[in-house]
């Protein structure tokens, strides 16, 4: 039976579907702005990397043990664990994509693409790799992801149910998915991000799914090398003691990550 799991950082972006009629022309400049930035600046510049500069780097939305609030729970099943953080992460990176999907165009992005200018392919049921639009590719990769947690037989959801063979080899494409959605949000779209305040919860996100990987062995170090320098600048290179000493706390951290109204903006 799949565990209800919400995450819990903070409440972080302000809900905007009560817009009064003042603040309209407010609106409308701002996002006049985050059009023009997203059409007239270049994110795919292999000798400047923002989301590296200190001062972007640092800023995250909160001071939660992110080592503890990946940890396996005592008493709690793997698999559960497992599935439950596959649902939240997806829902969450999903909403958050869908915030910047004004700006990924198949004209600003015509290839899926990470750190370096990584090219990701997708495969399709024949095992063809086809290389295709951002858009496009991350529509597959959700529709792909929301079929899989909705299949009663892979993520069950009623008592006395059992997870399938080959759970995790599932759950591991889900995360490698995932991941790359941020990569590109990074490599192409992060001025927008920006633009936008939300660099800081895109960095607590990222954070918190790079260490949960690594703690379940979820991502090989091929799949992460693109972002290895941020990664590294997080300080995400090894628990510090003190946090192990944690764990046991961890069961007592849940998600709440409340992106509503932000989408509304751009409708």
């Not at 995250?60 to 599935?83: N, Q, S, Y």
């Not at 939240?88 to 990470?114: Q, R, Y």
């Not at 590294?232 to 849940?254: E, K, N």
Request: glycine share 4%; charged share 15%; hydrophobic share 40%.
């Amino acid at each position: 039976m799949l565990l209800s799991l919400t995450f819990q950082y903070t409440s972080f972006i302000p809900c905007t579907h009560s817009i009064k009629s003042s603040q309209v022309p407010i609106l409308l400049i701002s996002r006049l702005y985050l059009w023009l930035i997203g059409r007239g600046i270049n994110n795919n510049n292999q000798e400047e990397r923002p989301y590296l500069q200190q001062q972007y780097v640092c800023q995250r939305i909160t001071h939660t043990d992110m080592f503890a609030l990946t940890a396996l729970p005592p008493g709690v099943d793997k698999a559960e664990w497992l599935a439950s953080n596959t649902v939240a992460f997806f829902k969450h990176i999903n909403l958050f994509s869908s915030a910047l999907s004004e700006f990924c165009t198949p004209s600003t992005c015509p290839t899926a693409c990470g750190p370096g200018n990584t090219v990701y392919f997708w495969t399709d049921d024949h095992g063809r790799k086809l290389k295709c639009s951002a858009p496009l590719y991350f529509d597959y990769a959700m529709s792909y992801i929301q079929d899989l947690l909705t299949d009663e037989d892979v993520f069950p959801t009623k008592a006395g149910s059992v997870f399938p063979t080959g759970f995790v080899f599932l759950v591991q494409k889900v995360f490698l998915l995932l991941f790359r959605t941020l990569a590109h949000i990074y490599w192409s779209h992060y001025r927008e991000t920006l633009a936008m305040g939300l660099h800081p919860h895109l960095n607590t996100l990222f954070t918190h799914l790079t260490l949960f990987c690594r703690q379940h062995a979820l991502l090989e170090p091929e799949d992460t090398e693109p972002l290895q320098d941020l990664i590294a600048a997080l300080g995400q290179q090894a628990a510090p003691p003190a946090a192990r000493t944690r764990i046991q706390h961890a069961s007592h951290f849940y998600f709440h990550h409340i992106f509503t109204c932000t989408v509304n903006l751009f409708i």
